[in-house]
């Protein structure tokens, strides 16, 4: 059986990653110009500053977008399909890649609301989204 994709965190990436795997969800901020950023980056995307900061990021949000994968890209995601990827917009105002799990594919819909929720791949926990229960 192969393995999924674990992501490689780099100098930018590090605390966002540490985060995941004590499941807190964190997004980068810049000082100057308050703008708030993902991917994290080097510099603020809005005004070019360096001083960047990271905080607590609410662990919810809704479906921007999604699409229903039938064909696994490989085989380590075969035993899933049908499985959603996502554009999640989070509350704090950023947007997010993931997959949305613990719901059939059938069931979400555009503005879905969703909360964080963490899976492990060897050793690294990386964001998902389930449906948010009330
Ligand atoms: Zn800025």
Redesign the pocket.
Known sequence: MTEKPVPVPNADTQPFWDACNEERLIVQT?K????VQFYPRAL?V??D?RDLDWRDAKPSGKVHTFSIVHRAPTPAFRADSPYVLALIDLDDGFRMMMNVVNCPPENVSIDMAVRIVFEERNGQRLPQAEPASD
């Open positions: 810049c100057a110009c308050g703008h603020c809005k005004c500053g």
